[in-house]
């Protein structure tokens, strides 16, 4: 038994020697995303942060972005939280309201427009689930599974 996981690790070093940038073309990694920054273009910035915020306040937008977004749910929850405490400094800044106009309202507006079009930034709302079905179905399969549950509690004494 001992000589088989010796030759199971063995095996397994020379599968990761094997697999180098030569036969695989998928070992050599190569940047092609840069981050772009916002300082150069404060109206951007103040852009991005009023709609964001403007999602994360509206617990419709939200669900549905969070749902959307590629990210995860924990990721995009913190980057929306993070806008929405950003957006009271941007939305008092006076110099930047007035070199870029009150972007807050245009995000509430915009987002309200999109939302109704079936859009929350840059994902539609196509495919999300829509809810709880309810009729006279869920009666009938509440009362058999109370049926069944009685059946075995009655017989089961």
Same mark, same amino acid.
């Given at each position: 038994?001992?000589?088989?996981?010796?030759?199971?690790? *063995?095996?397994?070093?020379?599968?990761?020697?094997?697999?180098?940038?030569?036969?695989?073309? *998928?070992?050599?990694?190569?940047?092609?995303?840069? !981050?772009?920054?916002?300082?150069?273009?404060?109206?951007?910035?103040?852009?991005?942060?009023?709609?964001?915020?403007?999602?994360?306040?509206?617990?419709?937008?939200?669900?549905?972005? #969070?749902?959307?977004?590629? !990210?995860?749910? #924990?990721?995009?929850?913190?980057?929306?939280?993070?806008?929405?405490?950003?957006?009271?400094?941007? !939305? *008092?800044?006076?110099?930047?309201?007035?070199?870029?106009?009150?972007?807050?309202?245009?995000?509430?507006?915009?987002?309200?427009?999109?939302?109704?079009?079936?859009?929350?930034?840059?994902?539609?709302?196509?495919?999300?689930?829509?809810?709880?079905?309810s009729g006279p179905e869920v009666v009938?399969?509440?009362?058999?599974?109370?049926?069944?549950?009685?059946?075995?509690?009655?017989?089961?004494?």
């Open positions: 038994m001992h000589f088989l996981a010796n030759v199971l690790v *063995a095996l397994s070093v020379f599968r990761v020697a094997v697999a180098g940038p030569g036969k695989f073309p *998928a070992a050599e990694l190569v940047v092609r995303q840069t !981050t772009a920054t916002t300082a150069a273009d404060p109206c951007l910035d103040y852009s991005i942060t009023a709609n964001m915020s403007v999602i994360s306040a509206n617990s419709s937008y939200r669900t549905a972005f #969070i749902q959307k977004a590629p !990210t995860g749910t #924990i990721i995009t929850a913190r980057m929306l939280n993070a806008a929405q405490l950003k957006l009271p400094k941007l !939305t *008092a800044d006076v110099a930047l309201n007035q070199q870029c106009g009150n972007l807050t309202t245009v995000a509430f507006t915009e987002a309200a427009n999109n939302f109704t079009r079936g859009i929350v930034a840059q994902f539609t709302t196509e495919g999300l689930p829509v809810g709880i079905k009938v399969i509440v009362a058999v599974i109370c049926t069944l549950f009685s059946v075995v509690w009655v017989f089961s004494g």
